[in-house]
């Protein structure tokens, strides 16, 4: 198991306010997270840099080997809900981070299985022999829009307030994730990502670079230069890993 990553403010943004991380656990195991800071110059950053670091402490903490995937999920709600707890105190403690929230996506690869947990709108994709699917469902005004029947996919990419999130890390005192669980094999990958490269990209696009393109150690930058190529007016976060 081999993973990348790579973060970029992109072409508009003065600040990248995105933060990731990658970690083995074990002999057998990769934490990966990524998380969307929102909340303006002085607090974005912030908010996203707090959200990795709590997220991957409490794992690191809480995680042994041979866990089920019950108690897997259990621990992976505990961390979103330790890291929307410390999000939230600073927010409420002070003024300067009034507002501030973050996405937040992660997976943790065990032997043949993968969890992934999200909040927001930063995804995980899942390319195999089948192709690529997404697994998370965006926490986001144009997708409950989408799933009531109110607007097509194709005019979801394009629509004015597709930014706008439905949850985020830090904003209000509880937060809800979503959890999936899924097998994994050999050859197969996984990406995850912020939506600035998820608005730049569709899932076609994705497809073509990480099974055709170039070398897999270059994939996250290749991204990132058809995310810059296209304008990337916000920052750009992915990270790949090969199963």
Known sequence: MQSWGLTDQGCVRKQNQDAYHMEPLGRSSLLCVVCDGMGGAKSGNIASTLAVDVFVEEVRRTWTPGMTSDKLEQMLRG???LANFTVFDQAQQFEEFDGMGTTLVAVLVHGRRATVVNVGDSRAYKVDSDGIRQ????????????DRGEMSPEVARTYP?????????????LVECDVYHLDVKKGDFLLLCSDGLSNTMDEQEMLFEIIHGVKKQH?????????KNRGAPDNVTSILIMI
Do not use: P, W, Y
């Open 79 to 81: 961390a979103v809900k």
């Open 135 to 146: 697994i998370t469902r965006d926490h986001s005004l144009v997708q409950m829009m989408v």
């Open 161 to 173: 307030g597709k930014n706008f999130i439905t949850r985020a890390i830090g904003t209000e005192a």
């Open 219 to 227: 994939c996250c930058q290749r991204l990132l230069e058809i995310a």
